[in-house]
């Protein structure tokens, strides 16, 4: 196979593998999806895909020194980034759709917003590096032939994958958004809430009790 093409597609692959489970940012994604419009849940997932392509970025620059950081205080990282979510899981869970709803959604502040918070809400979590890092070693992704026009390559396919799919999933949503009233957007807006909350708790948890054992 073709050096580009090996790299277009594994480059895809990695994009939507970083994006595709339902953590914290795809909940809030679907969210505000819901909530305020297919657009606005597209803009929160191309804020998350921008943080993942840094990470990316700084795995394939080998970034040693960032790697050995984060393996150093990975225990004091997972309770502050717990500690954040937890607050914004509260932030969720007192939402109000209809208030949301009334907004002009097409709004540029609006989408500044949506687009600023998703990014910092995904970059405040450096464990993806480790994340990019088996993906890479599992589809060897760049081979030792590679030249620089390929690692372009590589990354722009990354970035493509991972807003392919936030596109997927935003247009999916949408198509379902006419069966919920207002009242159902409200209690899912709980629902998430509450499922952000409980797996910060678990992960502010697990971090204090690696923190104290090790």
Known sequence: MDLTLYTII??????????????????????????????SGFVTGLGAALSDLIYALLT????SIVIDFIEANQNVLQIL????????GFYLY????AKNIRKANSSINSYTQ?????????FSNPL????????????NFFL???????HVVGYLSIITGAVGWWFFITYLINKIR?????RSIWFINRGIGIIIIVMSVVGFILGVKDYFLN
């Open 60 to 63: 394939g620059l080998g970034m």
């Open 10 to 39: 594994r480059g895809l692959a990695i994009g939507i593998l970083v994006s595709a489970p339902m953590g914290p940012i795809g909940i809030l994604c679907i969210q505000r999806t819901l909530n305020k419009g297919r657009w």
């Open 178 to 182: 006419s069966r919920f009233n207002v």
């Open 128 to 139: 993806i590096l480790f994340l990019y890092i088996g993906l890479f070693a599992r589809f």
């Open 144 to 150: 030792p032939e590679s030249q620089l026009g390929h």
């Open 114 to 122: 949506d687009f600023i918070t998703a990014f910092l809400l995904t």
């Open 94 to 97: 007192r939402q109000n759709p």
């Open 81 to 88: 980034g717990s500690l954040v979510l937890v607050c914004f």
